[in-house]
């Protein structure tokens, strides 16, 4: 950055929308399935919005807002309502969207992250919820289309408004919020965190100021951001921007601009000026919502490990670097992979480096989830332990790990590892076998007076000797015959 | 006595006696529509097959005698504001020419579970809009007492059709008046029910906190039958009451013997025709020879009642009535150049004056910086309405006034004056506004035009309402007028 950006302070608050992983619809009993399902096949006549049909609220949604709310520390009042936010467009089938105003089911929360070691807190002003619009498909450019499709589908998906305070004050603060909230909507299981199909969608008002003063100045609105890397430049270059207009002695002009990717610049959309008048007011097709507090005390015991605890957790009981400790945790499916290798026996710190290292590696140039994969936590613990044992060298290892993550069944490739190193020869299984015998008396008498679960001990031995070389099931066999 | 002058309940009797059969029945009133139809103009749509359809199922149920209800077989008339699967329902709306419903409105379920036969759908005024039904977006309904008059609004088609024989009973739908004012214009019975006593799904709205559907009917023991008809929870209607509904026929025959009626001295506002004025003072006297306890009673925000409802209702409907863009159903202008123009294009051409008025109204009453003003200011006045109603419930059973300040007008009298038009619904629209429920009943005849009596009770009263307005009715005759085009009950 130059020398100029430090005069001023960046102001960043993120609003970010978050559909519900509900069966239904908010308002009726359709499908959420808007990806997969044919077009306007998961419809209704109450979210086409046809004459006379009236919205009936999903209280699982309601639950899943709250559990949010709660995650993200926020107060529930006791009284909420709907109200409509009037606008005319073709994706919104009742001319209305069905969403909260004044009284949103929760407010006043924050969010703790940490960004280079350093902790940040950011507040959240509200959640809310709302129903997510349809979506229009145009044939060509959409200032050139010759006509425009409408797509219901998505219409009624339920979806939450996640409202931040302006306390971010950096891209990197910015795009690390995001993750951290990303992450507790997948811990709390209301939504997978898919940025890309707009399950997880965010806008950001970014605004500068000089440094020291505590007002706000002229704030834009930057929409279209479909990734975590799209958050981070497009606010970067927000800043740029800003900065350049105010230094050549320029105004602000407030306004929603676009972000274009392909290009790496913000566009101008439209202007404050012809904002809209939402009209908003009680929706009064539906009662008001009393959010008990038995509900919410049984929707508080319900929660979760969030993921503030399970790092911490992570970082005594496994003493992981608050860095790995932070990632791990970043992604639900990600902390219980890693757990369920150490828990199968892996050592800890191993299993991290696996995961951090050359498994998000490959996850991430195939853009995958670690749930994804075909390789699970028993491949991966046995893959460490046949390093650890010494069977196979660090190199063989990165080469196995590679073949498994590509294959649709990992267990061959695995297999593939340990065979090429097995012992054959019977003469040294034979001496193997005989130094077991001789060191483990009290086992082999133990065996010998029908203790099964001897034998194992003498064949755990034998693959220690061997350094994991030794075929289980042939050591099994020789053991017996020269005990009996 | 011809067929379709008869009641429900005789009718009923006759029915399962094997007097008559449905079909018979329904060939009578359909006979009717033939010839009185094009005079009144009370039907946008007859749906003949399936009345017959209908009448013969019905038939096969009473000869079955199978689960036979008290309206089953009985030919009733729905307003166009009521959507029924696969048949034309518009509202009464150009905007909705052709518009057909994949689905019913809950109440034509439930008539439809009773074995009810469907007529077709009643003319009003569009989007229940009016109080004379000249508003319709297709023509206006004629009086059938009067042909040169309105029938009251906005559900004068089914309240015609009651009056003209061109249906046994009606549904209509009451926002500020429009079943209790065309009921007392025509000489029925109307009773608009407590809001959230019958579902709303598949009621095309007008105002959503203020629609009610209610019956209209020759006499209240019909009122009674069909209300208790369509009465109850709805799980598709969140703002349908659970309570659970009273046998509204237990207690209709008990008198108003040891009853406390009010008699809002508000009611009698200026500008109420004198005729009027004197048939409601008998009425009233009527009830205290009959044993009632008569007080006067104070609703002091009476009349701020109108304006706030004309904040209130169209601030609604402004909302309510935006997915009407020609995209999706109905009526599409075309020949917009994008689709702004278009949408306005269709919007201009779609809907009538006065929707477009109201629909300018609420928009603006919703404003950003006028919504303080005036929506905020009508929600409050609204709330000292409800407070009004519930100091003098404390006091008395049930409120007694005229229904209409006036007789049925010309035609084209008001079309010119709407602030004169909205003043027709000054005394129904309190009931709306303040959660309570009412019901108009034949009180006389003022120049050989009829006049109602409304009585008003606490929400979920409809019993207590309807109790009264039997009493007066079992002590009179004037429900047993019958309009010229219905004929002398000969
Ligand atoms: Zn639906």
Same mark, same amino acid.
Request: a neutral charge; aromatic letters at 8%.
């Given at each position: 950055?130059?020398?100029?950006?430090?005069?001023?302070?960046?102001?960043?608050?993120?609003?970010?929308?978050?559909?519900?992983?509900?069966?239904?619809?908010?308002?009726?009993?359709?499908?959420?399935?808007?990806?997969?399902?044919?077009?306007?096949?998961?419809?209704?006549?109450?979210?086409?919005?046809?004459?006379?049909?009236?919205?009936?609220?999903?209280?699982?949604?309601?639950?899943?807002?709250?559990?949010?709310?709660?995650?993200?520390?926020?107060?529930?009042?006791?009284?909420?309502?709907?109200?409509?936010?009037?606008?005319?467009?073709?994706?919104?089938?009742?001319?209305?969207?069905?969403?909260?105003?004044?009284?949103?089911?929760?407010?006043?929360?924050?969010?703790?992250?940490?960004?280079?070691?350093?902790?940040?807190?950011?507040?959240?002003?509200?959640?809310?919820?709302?129903?997510?619009?349809?979506?229009?498909?145009?044939?060509?450019?959409?200032?050139?289309?010759?006509?425009?499709?409408?797509?219901?589908?998505?219409?009624?998906?339920?979806?939450?408004?996640?409202?931040?305070?302006?306390?971010?004050?950096?891209?990197?603060?910015?795009?690390?919020?995001?993750?951290?909230?990303?992450?507790?909507?997948?811990?709390?299981?209301?939504?997978?965190?898919?940025?890309?199909?707009?399950?997880?969608?965010?806008?950001?008002?970014?605004?500068?100021?000089?440094?020291?003063?505590?007002?706000?100045?002229?704030?834009?609105?930057?929409?279209?951001?479909?990734?975590?890397?799209?958050?981070?430049?497009?606010?970067?270059?927000?800043?740029?921007?800003?900065?350049?207009?105010?230094?050549?002695?320029?105004?602000?002009?407030?306004?929603?601009?676009?972000?274009?990717?392909?290009?790496?610049?913000?566009?101008?959309?439209?202007?404050?000026?012809?904002?809209?008048?939402?009209?908003?007011?009680?929706?009064?097709?539906?009662?008001?919502?009393?959010?008990?507090?038995?509900? %919410? +005390?049984?929707? !508080? #015991? /319900?929660?979760?490990?969030?993921?503030?605890?399970?790092?911490?957790?992570? =970082?005594?009981?496994?003493?992981?670097?608050?860095?790995?400790?932070?990632?791990?945790?970043?992604?639900?499916?990600?902390?219980?992979?890693?757990?369920?290798?150490?828990?199968?026996?892996?050592?800890?710190?191993?299993?991290?480096?696996?995961?951090?290292?050359?498994?998000?590696?490959?996850?991430?140039?195939?853009?995958?989830?670690?749930?994804?994969?075909?390789?699970?936590?028993?491949?991966?613990?046995?893959?460490?332990?046949?390093?650890?044992?010494?069977?196979?060298?660090?190199?063989?290892?990165?080469?196995?790990?590679?073949?498994?993550?590509?294959?649709?069944?990992?267990?061959?490739?695995?297999?593939?590892?340990?065979?090429?190193?097995?012992?054959?020869?019977?003469?040294?299984?034979?001496?193997?076998?005989?130094?077991?015998?001789?060191?483990?008396?009290?086992? %082999? +008498?133990?065996? !010998? #007076? /029908?203790?099964?679960?001897?034998?194992?001990?003498?064949?755990?031995?034998? =693959?220690?000797?061997?350094?994991?070389?030794?075929?289980?099931?042939?050591?099994?066999?020789?053991?017996?015959?020269?005990?009996? | 006595?011809?067929?379709?002058?008869?009641?429900?309940?005789?009718?009923?009797?006759?029915?399962?006696?094997?007097?008559?059969?449905?079909?018979?029945?329904?060939?009578?009133?359909?006979?009717?529509?033939?010839?009185?139809?094009?005079?009144?103009?009370?039907?946008?749509?007859?749906?003949?097959?399936?009345?017959?359809?209908?009448?013969?199922?019905?038939?096969?149920?009473?000869?079955?005698?199978?689960?036979?209800?008290?309206?089953?077989?009985?030919?009733?008339?729905?307003?166009?504001?009521?959507?029924?699967?696969?048949?034309?329902?518009?509202?009464?709306?150009?905007?909705?020419?052709?518009?057909?419903?994949?689905?019913?409105?809950?109440?034509?379920?439930?008539?439809?579970?009773?074995?009810?036969?469907?007529?077709?759908?009643?003319?009003?005024?569009?989007?229940?809009?009016?109080?004379?039904?000249?508003?319709?977006?297709?023509?206006?309904?004629?009086?059938?007492?009067?042909?040169?008059?309105?029938?009251?609004?906005?559900?004068?088609?089914?309240?015609?059709?009651?009056?003209?024989?061109?249906?046994?009973?009606?549904?209509?739908?009451?926002?500020?008046?429009?079943?209790?004012?065309?009921?007392?214009?025509?000489?029925?019975?109307?009773?608009?029910?407590?809001?959230?006593?019958?579902?709303?799904?598949?009621?095309?709205?007008?105002?959503?906190?203020?629609?009610?559907?209610?019956?209209?009917?020759?006499?209240?023991?019909?009122?009674?039958?069909?209300?208790?008809?369509?009465?109850?929870?709805?799980?598709?209607?969140?703002?349908?009451?659970?309570?659970?509904?009273?046998?509204?026929?237990?207690?209709?025959?008990?008198?108003?013997?040891?009853?406390r009626l009010g008699v809002p001295k508000e009611y009698f506002v200026a500008?109420m025709?004198?005729?009027?004025e004197?048939?409601i003072r008998?009425a009233i006297?009527?009830l205290?020879?009959?044993?009632?306890?008569i007080e006067e009673v104070s609703l002091p925000h009476s009349d701020v009642a109108l304006?706030?409802?004309?904040?209130?209702?169209?601030?609604?409907?402004?909302?309510?009535?935006?997915?009407?863009?020609?995209?999706?159903?109905?009526?599409?202008?075309?020949?917009?150049?994008?689709?702004?123009?278009?949408?306005?294009?269709?919007?201009?051409?779609?809907?009538?004056?006065?929707?477009?008025?109201?629909?300018?109204?609420?928009?603006?009453?919703?404003?950003?910086?006028?919504?303080?003003?005036?929506?905020?200011?009508?929600?409050?006045?609204?709330?000292l309405i409800i407070e009004d109603f519930k100091q003098a419930f404390k006091k008395v059973d049930a409120l007694l006034g005229a229904t209409?300040p006036?007789?049925?007008?010309?035609?084209?009298?008001?079309?010119?004056?709407?602030?004169?038009?909205?003043?027709?619904?000054i005394i129904t629209i309190p009931a709306?506004l303040g959660?309570v429920?009412g019901?108009?009943?034949?009180?006389?005849?003022?120049?050989?035009?009829?006049?109602?009596l409304q009585v008003i009770a606490p929400?979920?009263?409809?019993?207590?309402?309807?109790?009264v307005?039997?009493?007066?009715?079992?002590?009179?005759?004037?429900?047993?007028?019958?309009?010229?085009?219905?004929?002398?009950?000969?």
């Open positions: 950055m130059s020398a100029i950006a430090t005069r001023y302070e960046v102001v960043v608050g993120l609003e970010v929308h978050a559909q519900i992983l509900t069966q239904s619809k908010m308002f009726c009993g359709c499908s959420t399935d808007y990806l997969t399902a044919p077009p306007n096949a998961n419809t209704c006549p109450v979210c086409l919005g046809l004459p006379g049909s009236l919205p009936v609220i999903n209280r699982r949604a309601v639950e899943a807002t709250i559990r949010t709310a709660l995650a993200l520390n926020c107060e529930i009042p006791e009284f909420s309502k709907f109200d409509r936010k009037n606008y005319f467009y073709p994706d919104l089938p009742k001319g209305y969207q069905i969403s909260q105003y004044d009284l949103p089911l929760s407010r006043n929360g924050h969010l703790e992250f940490d960004l280079n070691g350093e902790a940040r807190r950011c507040g959240i002003t509200r959640v809310h919820l709302e129903e997510d619009t349809g979506k229009l498909l145009h044939e060509g450019a959409i200032h050139e289309a010759q006509a425009s499709l409408v797509n219901f589908n998505r219409a009624g998906v339920p979806l939450m408004e996640i409202v931040s305070e302006p306390d971010l004050r950096s891209a990197d603060e910015a795009r690390e919020y995001v993750m951290r909230l990303r992450a507790i909507l997948q811990y709390i299981g209301v939504n997978h965190g898919d940025m890309e199909s707009g399950q997880l969608r965010c806008d950001a008002n970014v605004s500068l100021r000089p440094a020291g003063s505590a007002g706000l100045g002229t704030k834009v609105e930057v929409k279209n951001m479909n990734s975590f890397r799209a958050i981070h430049r497009a606010i970067e270059y927000e800043v740029e921007r800003q900065t350049q207009v105010l230094e050549s002695g320029g105004r602000l002009a407030q306004e929603t601009r676009g972000w274009n990717d392909a290009r790496g610049l913000t566009v101008s959309q439209r202007s404050k000026e012809y904002a809209e008048d939402y009209r908003y007011f009680p929706e009064p097709d539906l009662p008001p919502l009393d959010v008990s507090r038995e509900w %919410v +005390a049984q929707i !508080r #015991a /319900g929660l979760p490990e969030l993921p503030a605890a399970r790092r911490e957790r992570f =970082m005594t009981a496994f003493s992981l670097s608050p860095y790995d400790a932070a990632l791990l945790t970043s992604s639900k499916t990600m902390a219980e992979f890693f757990e369920e290798t150490v828990r199968l026996g892996a050592p800890a710190k191993t299993a991290a480096n696996w995961i951090l290292g050359d498994f998000s590696r490959l996850l991430n140039i195939d853009r995958k989830e670690i749930d994804d994969a075909s390789i699970k936590p028993r491949h991966l613990q046995q893959l460490i332990s046949l390093v650890d044992s010494g069977a196979i060298t660090g190199k063989m290892a990165k080469q196995t790990f590679e073949a498994m993550y590509r294959a649709p069944d990992p267990g061959p490739a695995l297999e593939a590892a340990r065979g090429s190193t097995q012992i054959s020869g019977d003469a040294e299984l034979d001496r193997i076998v005989d130094q077991v015998i001789a060191e483990n008396v009290k086992s %082999v +008498a133990d065996f !010998r #007076a /029908g203790k099964e679960q001897a034998l194992k001990f003498l064949i755990g031995q034998g =693959m220690k000797i061997s350094r994991g070389r030794a075929n289980p099931q042939r050591l099994d066999a020789l053991l017996r015959e020269k005990i009996q | 006595m011809k067929l379709y002058q008869r009641t429900i309940r005789d009718l009923h009797q006759m029915l399962v006696d094997r007097e008559i059969s449905s079909v018979e029945l329904t060939d009578a009133v359909l006979s009717q529509i033939d010839a009185v139809g094009d005079t009144t103009k009370a039907y946008l749509l007859v749906t003949r097959e399936l009345a017959l359809r209908q009448a013969q199922a019905a038939d096969e149920r009473l000869r079955a005698n199978r689960d036979v209800r008290p309206l089953t077989g009985i030919p009733i008339a729905l307003k166009d504001v009521l959507c029924v699967r696969d048949v034309v329902s518009t509202a009464g709306s150009k905007i909705l020419r052709g518009f057909t419903p994949p689905y019913s409105a809950t109440v034509v379920e439930r008539l439809e579970g009773e074995g009810a036969v469907f007529l077709g759908k009643t003319n009003c005024d569009e989007f229940a809009m009016g109080s004379s039904n000249e508003n319709s977006g297709y023509w206006p309904v004629r009086n059938p007492w009067s042909l040169d008059r309105v029938p009251g609004g906005s559900s004068g088609g089914s309240a015609a059709a009651v009056a003209s024989g061109e249906a046994i009973a009606a549904l209509g739908s009451d926002t500020g008046g429009s079943i209790r004012q065309p009921a007392a214009l025509t000489g029925i019975v109307g009773l608009k029910p407590t809001y959230g006593r019958v579902s709303r799904y598949g009621l095309i709205a007008f105002a959503s906190s203020l629609d009610q559907i209610g019956p209209m009917t020759r006499d209240v023991v019909d009122g009674a039958l069909l209300l208790q008809a369509i009465a109850g929870h709805d799980p598709s209607d969140s703002t349908s009451s659970l309570r659970p509904v009273p046998d509204y026929l237990a207690t209709l025959t008990d008198g108003v013997k040891g009853m500008g025709e004198p005729a009027v004197q048939s008998d006297r009527l205290e020879q009959q044993g009632a306890s304006p706030a409802y004309y904040i209130i209702a169209p601030a609604e409907a402004s909302s309510n009535l935006a997915r009407y863009d020609g995209t999706r159903y109905g009526f599409q202008a075309g020949g917009g150049r994008n689709l702004i123009e278009e949408y306005m294009l269709t919007r201009q051409q779609g809907f009538g004056a006065e929707v477009k008025r109201r629909i300018m109204l609420g928009t603006y009453a919703l404003s950003s910086g006028y919504y303080d003003a005036y929506y905020l200011q009508a929600q409050k006045v609204r709330t209409s006036t007789a049925a007008f010309e035609l084209g009298a008001k079309t010119q004056d709407p602030v004169a038009m909205y003043l027709n619904d709306n959660n429920c019901i108009s009943v034949p009180c006389g005849l003022v120049d050989g035009l009829p006049i109602g929400g979920f009263g409809e019993a207590a309402a309807l109790r307005a039997y009493a007066f009715e079992a002590a009179t005759q004037f429900h047993k007028a019958r309009s010229p085009l219905m004929g002398a009950a000969a």
